[in-house]
């Protein structure tokens, strides 16, 4: 059956590779599935064919047959379930990988999302000023946290996993901001993950609707 997923028609990160869709893409490239990518528009979003696979009109969806999901995540988590490569074969280790996975969206992903609308969304405000530092300061809690677990391994938990994808997925929207040089066992880690072939493949096909959309219009 032909996977199909949804991405933006015009990708708002400006083809750095930080939407969802990137994930989705990368976690079939590690495993060797091929896919189909629908692209929509804000829009189209917003509409009731699309609210049908996403109920909160956003991207990415999943489509397998009559298996519809949505939430990066979950779409992850089941890729991995369903095929090898992303999940280890050990009980153990599997449900480390999957804590992980969880660990990156639920507990590192949060503070750098706030300090992404920060940036961008509160600028102007009077607070700003104020605010930024309290925020800066709570992601760095949490890279501080994970700089220790890594230390000098290569990957969180053994080998490359769902959970090192997820994480090296959440990590990569601090670039911009500078703060991951400041551990430089995570910025290193997050260069091992984008320099993964998979990722590598991943990136190139957003960028390409990225750059074809722009030249376009």
């Not at 528009?41 to 909160?56: D, G, I, N, V, Y």
């Not at 992980?100 to 102007?124: C, K, S």
């Not at 949490?142 to 700089?147: I, K």
Request: glycine share 8%.
């Amino acid at each position: 059956m032909t996977i199909t997923i949804t991405a933006f028609e015009r990708s708002p990160d400006g083809g750095k590779g930080l939407a969802r869709d990137t994930r989705v893409r990368w976690a079939l490239e590690e495993v060797g599935q091929p896919y189909q990518v629908r692209l929509v528009s804000f829009r189209a979003m917003k509409e009731a064919a699309h609210l049908a696979l996403h109920p909160f009109g956003q991207i990415p969806t999943y489509e397998e047959g009559d298996l519809a999901l949505f939430e990066t995540g979950a779409i992850v988590f089941h890729i991995a379930a369903r095929h090898a490569g992303l999940l280890p074969e050990d009980a153990n280790a599997r449900a480390r990988a999957i804590t992980w996975m969880f660990a990156a969206l639920n507990t590192v992903e949060p503070p750098i999302l706030e300090l992404g609308t920060a940036r961008l969304q509160e600028g102007d405000k009077p607070w700003y000023a104020a605010r930024l530092p309290l925020v800066e300061e709570r992601v760095r809690g949490r890279l501080g946290q994970l700089s220790v677990r890594l230390g000098d391994a290569d990957w969180i938990d053994g080998a490359f996993s769902a959970g090192d994808l997820m994480m090296v997925s959440v990590l990569l929207r601090l670039k911009p901001s500078g703060l991951l040089n400041e551990y430089p066992n995570l910025a290193a880690y997050v260069a091992r993950g984008e320099a993964r072939p998979a990722y590598k493949r991943a990136f190139d096909a957003h960028l390409a609707v990225y750059t074809r959309k722009s030249s376009i219009g």
